[in-house]
């Protein structure tokens, strides 16, 4: 899906070598940051294999647990494809303190993953049978399994749900739409035609030519786009997770899903739609959109009012990942959808 405009870590590594510049990081100094050195950090350690099987046989994905709630599991659903659980770091400043266990985990593919280089095995339908399989490993189940999906990882999660949801307590979808056709025209003829026409022709111009390593469009996107409505902080003051997660990236997943354009989808998912299937989705939902999203809001807010049993939540002061620019409006939602669905007073908006 068109990621960038989807979510920041859709970037492909020129742009990522772009925004480390940029920002001064000091991951741009190796190129080897997805080397073993780095996949034997204590981080991995202290985190769990599980073995999975695909149709390319088996692999093995990464996932960490933190916390301890028998009632309260959230399993974390990165973006990309090809993302990282490093988005997510800034949970473990919340939900602790809140009592919330949760599973970092990183996708077959993606950093502390296995990566195997077999395209086939790029496909929704078969990280939907890697998350079950994975909910399996971890004991988690109806009494207490929530899924919490953001960008592609909401694309996952709705398709989990639309299969398995048997297995759900509750399901989460942040910052992402039920259909990416819908995604494209909310940036065509809404996010587009805010940006400077001079600007947006330029960028044009370069993707007509397929110049896409070309650093004037990379600048372009990150002074007129990325900083409004990806993630709204000057680029030096973006988190060090975020700038690491950027490095991380595996474009050998994302640019097949996703395509190599940074103004619309092209990849394997540029028709994916689900509009008139998330009214089958019956768990405690919440969905969360934020009023500078790369996503449209309003469209976030009639998925919740499609599906049964759901709550919008809005952060207005947060574009895409909203946890990092509109945090207190972020976890307080969150959190709270967590609590209630806990107890047993989760109640729809409609």
């Given at each position: 899906m068109r990621q960038p405009l989807h979510f920041v870590i859709h970037l492909m590594p020129r742009f990522l070598l772009a925004v480390l510049i940029a920002v001064g990081g000091a991951y741009a100094a190796?190129?080897?940051?997805?080397?073993?050195t780095v996949k034997g950090t204590p981080a991995v350690g202290e985190g769990r294999m599980i073995s999975i099987e695909t149709p390319k046989g088996p692999f093995q994905v990464w996932t960490k647990k933190v916390g301890d709630n028998p009632s309260i599991k959230v399993l974390l659903l990165h973006g990309g494809p090809g993302g990282t659980h490093e988005f997510y770091e800034i949970f473990a400043e919340?939900?602790?303190?809140?009592?919330?266990?949760?599973?970092y985990y990183d996708q077959l593919g993606s950093y502390f993953s296995d990566q195997p280089k077999e395209p086939s095995l790029w496909e929704t339908s078969r990280f939907v049978e890697e998350v079950e399989q994975v909910r399996t490993a971890l004991g988690?189940?109806?009494?207490?399994?929530?899924?919490?999906?953001?960008?592609?990882?909401?694309?996952?999660?709705?398709?989990?749900?639309?299969?398995?949801?048997?297995n759900l307590k509750g399901l989460i979808i942040s910052n992402m739409m039920a259909s990416i056709p819908a995604y494209n025209d909310y940036a065509a003829n809404v996010l587009m035609k805010a940006m400077d026409p001079a600007v947006l022709a330029e960028l044009k111009a370069f993707e007509a030519a397929k110049d896409y390593a070309n650093p004037r469009y990379m600048n372009l996107l990150l002074e007129h786009h990325y900083i409004y409505h990806v993630l709204r902080a000057p680029l030096d003051a973006w988190p060090d997770a975020v700038n690491r997660a950027f490095a991380h990236l595996n474009t050998d997943v994302y640019i097949p899903m996703q395509g190599p354009s940074e103004l619309g989808a092209s990849g394997t998912l540029e028709f994916w739609d689900r509009t008139a299937d998330i009214k089958n989705i019956t768990v405690p939902t919440l969905v969360i959109g934020a009023s500078h999203d790369t996503m449209d809001p309003a469209h976030m807010k009639w998925m919740a009012g499609e599906i049964p049993n759901a709550r919008f939540h809005l952060c207005p002061n947060g574009s895409h990942f909203s946890q990092y620019d509109d945090t207190e409006n972020y976890f307080s939602g969150l959190i709270a959808f967590l609590k209630d669905v806990d107890v047993g007073k989760f109640e729809a908006e409609k």
């Open positions: 190796s190129a080897s940051m997805l080397d073993e919340h939900f602790p303190d809140a009592g919330i266990e949760f599973y988690l189940g109806p009494d207490n399994f929530y899924l919490y999906g953001q960008s592609w990882g909401g694309i996952l999660a709705m398709e989990y749900a639309l299969k398995y949801q048997e």
